[in-house]
Structure formats: structure tokens, C-alpha cells
């Protein structure tokens, strides 16, 4: 087994600031005496082929040097390999991503200097991964999650913010644009949940499956949500206005929308969702498509560098 840290750099990380930063970072690491090996990926298929590689050949520590996105690839490199149980890898990241969402449920801190310093204090924690198998209007995918997924108009504003451009796609702005963008183009979807105990069907709005508690640039979707439970926080809203939307926004990000009547709180290991027409899908602010999804959580499955 290799004892150095395997750097995963994500050059196009939040408007390719991970680029510009590397060298600077890299410096960091070394003052810090952390030693490690790196790799600059060219793109998410070589990312994952990275990661196989890695792992291969006995790296079992990684940092991701990027945001949401890049610890969504490491996440699915890791239990995509065959080689070793994914619960024996410890992750960690170096936060220069857009969102950077899942570091707000960690209290990782947004400075490199100070989330080197965390990693290396190396006080971990075990964390909860989702998993989600997607038939839709393309090939079956499987894919795995560490954050929050997101089943309609959240799958849609995803999809538009990953049509802006990089110019512009930057901070809260981007997702506040996606909202809007979005907004005027979403159809409400008649959905069929069934959860563990129970069963919702209606016309849905938006559906949140939360490990964590932030998505979106800050929007806390999940607010209740435990990373090492064994449960998804589930956030459902039903059919609303565009009117009430934007009158909600503020709330999204302060969770004040969880009081409108329209919006139910659940728990679950597992649930199956079915819509018609079917429902744009994200995960961790990754497009995934349009389609019927199960989706269940596997407890403790990775080991994480947090506070």
C-alpha cells in the first residue's frame, strides 16, 4: 500500500481557477510537508481511469483539487474499481470549486492553506454514499452520489447551469441564473415515490435526496441531513407556482421554504421514483438525464477528512 496522498487535479475546476491555482497549492502541500504524488486529469472518462490506476497501484489516500464535480468523479472511481472495498480509502479535498457544497456540511475550509491544514492533521470520519440506477431515454447508468440528488426542476436548473458559460458560471450567480433560466421551462411531472415505509404519488415539483444538507450554491435543500446514517433526507415539493418560486428563493438558501405547506420531509434507506413525463435527474450538481430512478444509500462507505 502507498502511504502518499494521490492529488487528483481537476484543471477546470470553478472556471479553471483549479488551473491557476495548482502551482500555488502544490507549493502549500510541500510546506506542509505532505507527501504526495498528483495527476492533472483531461477529462471525467480520464479522470475515472486515473483513479483505477491509482488504486491499482496502492494509493488509498486522494485529494481532489477541484469542487462538487470532482469529488463526484473521485466518488465514482472508486466504486466503479474492482480492486479493494471502497470503505478502506479515505478522501479529502481541496476546495476550488464553483459550489462547493459538500465542504459547507463538513466545515471544510474554502482556503487551500487551512484545508491543507486539515488534511494534514488527518482526523477522519466515515461517510454515507448514495447509488443510483437510472432508466431513462438513454442507456441504463449507475451512478454514485456523496452530497444530494436532485429529481426535477432541480435536475433541470443543473442541466442549465451546465449550459452557461464559463465566463459566467461563477458562484451563486450561476445557480440563481439556473433557477430563473429554468423556471420558465419546467413542466411539473405526475411522480410515483415509494420510500420505506410509504408511498407518495402526485404532481411533483422537485424532489431532494440529501446525505448532506447544501446544494446549488448554497441552498439548504436537506437541512437535517447526517452524512452517517444510513438515511436520505428526503425533500419533496409539490405542484407550486412560478409566482411562488421566486417569491421562495431567499428561502431556499436560509431553509425558510421548508414552512410553505406544499413541502414534506421524509426518511429512507431506499426508494424507487417513477415519472411521467420523466424527470431531469442530478446528482451532486452532475447531469445525469431524464428518467425513473432507484436509489438507496450505502452506510459508511468511505472514509472522509472533515472538522
Not at 481541496?94 to 494534514?120: C, F, H, M, Y
Not at 429529481?151 to 449550459?163: D, M, N, P, S, T
Not at 431567499?250 to 421524509?266: A, D, E
Not at 447531469?287 to 444509500?297: C, F, K, P, S
Request: hydrophobic letters at 40%; proline letters at 4%.
Amino acid at each position: 500500500m502507498d502511504e502518499k496522498w494521490f492529488v487528483l487535479v481537476n484543471p477546470a475546476a470553478g472556471g479553471y481557477k483549479a488551473e491557476k491555482m495548482w502551482p500555488d497549492i502544490m507549493g502549500l502541500l510541500k510546506n506542509e510537508a505532505i507527501d504526495f504524488q498528483f495527476q492533472v486529469s483531461k477529462s471525467a472518462a480520464h479522470t475515472l481511469q486515473i483513479i483505477d490506476a491509482a488504486i491499482q497501484h496502492g494509493s488509498r489516500k486522494f485529494i481532489a483539487v477541484g469542487g462538487d464535480g470532482t469529488i463526484n468523479l473521485l466518488i465514482n472511481g472508486i466504486f466503479q474499481q474492482k480492486t479493494i472495498e471502497p470503505n478502506s480509502i479515505t478522501i479529502a479535498i481541496i476546495p476550488v470549486g464553483t459550489g462547493n457544497d459538500w465542504i459547507r456540511t463538513q466545515r471544510i475550509p474554502k482556503s487551500p492553506k487551512e484545508a491543507i491544514g486539515l488534511i494534514r492533521r488527518e482526523q477522519t470520519t466515515f461517510h454515507d454514499v448514495g447509488r443510483i440506477d437510472l432508466q431513462g431515454n438513454k442507456a441504463p447508468l449507475t451512478k454514485y452520489f456523496i452530497n444530494i440528488a436532485g429529481f426535477g426542476f432541480q435536475g433541470l436548473v443543473a442541466e442549465r447551469i451546465e449550459g452557461v458559460s464559463s465566463g459566467i458560471k461563477k458562484g451563486i450567480f450561476s445557480f440563481v441564473l439556473g433557477i430563473l433560466d429554468a423556471l420558465f421551462r419546467y413542466t411539473i411531472t405526475q411522480v410515483s415515490i415509494e420510500l420505506d415505509e410509504e408511498k407518495i404519488e402526485g404532481a411533483i415539483y422537485n424532489v431532494n435526496a440529501g446525505i448532506c444538507k447544501f446544494c446549488g450554491g448554497g441552498m439548504k435543500m436537506t437541512p437535517d441531513a447526517l452524512t452517517d446514517d444510513g438515511l436520505f433526507d428526503i425533500t419533496i415539493i409539490r405542484k407550486i407556482s412560478k409566482a411562488e418560486v421566486i417569491v421562495n428563493i431567499p428561502g431556499l438558501f436560509n431553509g425558510g421554504f421548508l414552512k410553505n405547506k406544499k413541502v414534506s420531509q421524509h426518511r429512507t434507506k431506499k426508494f424507487n421514483i417513477v415519472s411521467n413525463p420523466l424527470m431531469p435527474v442530478e446528482c451532486d450538481g452532475e447531469v445525469l438525464g431524464y428518467g425513473n430512478a432507484r436509489v438507496e444509500i450505502i452506510k459508511e462507505a468511505i472514509r472522509v477528512i472533515a472538522n
